[in-house]
């Protein structure tokens, strides 16, 4: 969107207020913002998938509800402890010391509640925090792409430049998966200079699924310690969604990496609540007091009922859980499961999924794919100049009712082309809405992938329905009904699936 030259003027003198940004008068927006008002991938795919009725494989929330557990505890939180008004800017004390427990077992060192631990709405505003509070006009922030598009831009914000080393992905590397993408210690190191004020290492990592192993974390340190003002800003959302025992290691922990690393993570991902938007800050005491003196004079405190609550949830989230030595184990099970069904469903459509060990995204190689030349001759306000990953996006959302994310959109101008034969899904979706994107996806593929998809679908139908009279004794209209529900959200093409489902129901 191009900005107004000056506050357009109506009749009688009114001033327009639809025209935005200005760059003059009362409506005139800061230098600063001039940047970001160009439409970001997400206001483009979010509202077509929905004009178009396209599985939203897009966006990596849960579309679920939240654990009952969790759900209590916020009940608790409102209706049995009051926690209802102002708490200490720094974090509620009841969520900043069972945090402070947490990474003193995770790091092997005592980390004290009240000077080491702050809490943030989020990990994004985490994120603003520690970048308004540590970097200068003069700093420059690194950044390991594909990235989550909003570190850039709040570096940006902060007035400092953002320099881009790219995870490179190397065929045949280690076991395969998201193991292949490699960072390349001579780019980082080529890439740090006497500006490097930040490095952001994030992992497990988003886009791609990586978890950076001990050795490649330890090779991260040797070249940090070699800069004295290099401060990591480790960002773990991910750290308990890992797959096939893959280990998560927190560079905090590395000999002589706590004084130069600051955590960030969030109960969001966790507990499938991402809209209560608790985060924290784990660090040295002055990186955290930062963060403590920003938040202070931006948004004074965190909401208390949602805190208080995420402590509670922490608390229960160690204790069996459905059968499951804790909900963590339980939370892995279940992705792990979706997982591995989406990754079947690439496939069967001609993709080769680059299988994550992490998270809740799949990056999935497209070289194979077709891509109509109408969507390549294409412009949107959001890709002014059309690559082959956006274009095929658009081609999946439109034509074939399930919406992705190019991952273009995760990269700097130079290093997109790194995109083109790249596609990002995510997983972390009900078990119907994965059983429907296959379906559709399957058509990409001929009749047999469709008969595969749509047998897999009724077995989920059937799986569904004889679970829920198992688990809850439920009378066989109810159980009927659910098969049902269950086969219709799978869309056309599953009646076997309804009527096997209606059958174990009967039998149940």
């Not at 509640?113 to 420059?140: H, I, Y």
């Not at 791609?208 to 050795?215: A, L, M, Y």
């Not at 949107?380 to 991952?407: E, F, N, Q, Y």
């Amino acid at each position: 969107m191009a900005a107004s030259s000056h506050a357009s003027k109506l009749s009688d003198g009114e001033l327009d207020s639809k025209t935005w940004p200005q760059t003059s008068g009362p409506y005139e927006t800061s230098a600063r913002l001039l940047p970001f008002v160009t439409k970001t991938v997400w206001e483009e795919f979010t509202p077509l998938a929905k004009s178009t009725g396209a599985v939203n494989l897009g966006q990596g929330f849960p579309d679920w509800a939240a654990p009952d557990f969790v759900k209590e505890a916020m009940v608790n939180a409102v209706t049995i402890r009051n926690d209802n008004q102002y708490t200490r800017s720094a974090g509620h004390p009841s969520l900043v010391q069972k945090l402070a427990r947490l990474y003193s077992g995770w790091l092997g060192r005592a980390v004290d509640w009240e000077s080491e631990v702050t809490v943030t709405v989020g990990a994004t505003e985490a994120l603003f925090a520690l970048t308004q509070s540590l970097l200068g006009a003069e700093d420059e922030a690194v950044i390991l792409e594909p990235s989550f598009d909003i570190y850039a831009a709040q570096i940006t914000m902060a007035g400092a430049a953002s320099v881009r080393v790219p995870l490179r992905l190397v065929e045949g590397a280690g076991p395969g998966g998201a193991a292949g993408w490699k960072l390349d210690p001579a780019e980082l190191e080529a890439a740090l200079t006497p500006k490097s004020r930040l490095l952001i290492l994030n992992t497990p990592h988003n886009p791609t699924g990586k978890v950076f192993t001990r050795e490649e974390l330890e090779s991260i340190a040797r070249i940090v310690r070699a800069h004295p003002r290099l401060v990591v800003l480790c960002d773990e959302v991910y750290e308990h969604l890992t797959y096939d025992g893959a280990e998560h290691v927190r560079l905090a922990s590395l000999p002589g990496m706590w004084d130069r690393c600051v955590t960030v993570s969030s109960s969001g991902k966790t507990f499938s609540v991402t809209g209560w938007k608790v985060g924290w800050v784990v660090g040295p005491r002055p990186l955290v007091r930062s963060v403590m003196t920003a938040n202070a004079w931006v948004q004074f405190s965190v909401p208390t009922p949602t805190q208080s609550a995420i402590a509670e949830a922490l608390e229960k989230a160690d204790s069996p859980y459905q059968g499951f030595p804790s909900f963590y184990h339980f939370l892995r099970a279940q992705y792990r499961g979706k997982r591995d069904r989406l990754v079947r469903a690439l496939r069967r459509a001609g993709m080769r999924p680059i299988v994550p060990s992490a998270g809740f995204f799949i990056m999935a190689q497209t070289a194979g794919s077709t891509v109509p030349d109408k969507y390549m001759a294409q412009s949107t306000p959001s890709c002014p100049k059309m690559t082959r990953d956006w274009a095929l996006a658009r081609h999946l959302t439109i034509d074939h009712g399930v919406a992705c994310i190019p991952p273009s959109a995760f990269y700097c101008a130079e290093n997109k082309p790194l995109a083109s034969s790249l596609l990002r899904f995510a997983f972390c979706k009900t078990d119907s809405e994965l059983a429907k994107a296959a379906v559709r996806l399957a058509a990409i593929g001929g009749a047999e992938a469709v008969s595969e998809a749509e047998a897999e679908a009724a077995a989920l139908v059937a799986e569904g329905a004889a679970g829920a009279v198992a688990s809850t004794g439920a009378a066989l209209a109810d159980a009927s009904f659910g098969a049902v529900h269950l086969a219709a959200a799978l869309g056309v093409g599953v009646a076997a699936g309804a009527m096997l489902a209606l059958s174990l129901a009967r039998r149940a």
